[in-house]
């Protein structure tokens, strides 16, 4: 299949579809480079690029890219009770340090 973004919605109880920015794939056309220069030239006041993006995906861009659901298997946070993240059955396994560094800041 033919795909201008490739990309994971993660849905929970408080928020039933969120764009998880942690591994994403872009072609290289134009309506994506138009993205992504709306993307990190914008000036909106939100400082955090996942939600940003989003905005653009789901919003002006809703009808004008091809989008392909990335399977979760791409997307694995590894918890901090799993030692090695290839010990994670996916394909990519992130280990995030902000989920292991949070409960040190007070």
Not at 20 to 28: A, D, E, K, Q
Not at 52 to 77: C, R
């Amino acid at each position: 299949m033919e795909f201008d973004i490739c990309c994971h919605y993660l849905k929970t109880s408080y928020n039933p579809n969120e764009l998880l920015s942690g591994t994403i794939v872009f072609r290289n056309n134009d309506i994506v480079k138009s993205l992504v220069n709306d993307w990190v030239n914008d000036n909106s006041g939100v400082n955090w690029d996942q939600k940003i993006l989003q905005k653009y995906i789901d919003g002006k861009y809703v009808d004008k890219l091809k989008k392909l659901n990335l399977p979760e298997e791409y997307i694995k946070i590894r918890p901090r009770s799993v030692s090695n993240a290839r010990n994670l059955n996916c394909v990519i396994g992130h280990k995030q340090m902000s989920r292991e560094q949070r409960h040190k800041i007070k």
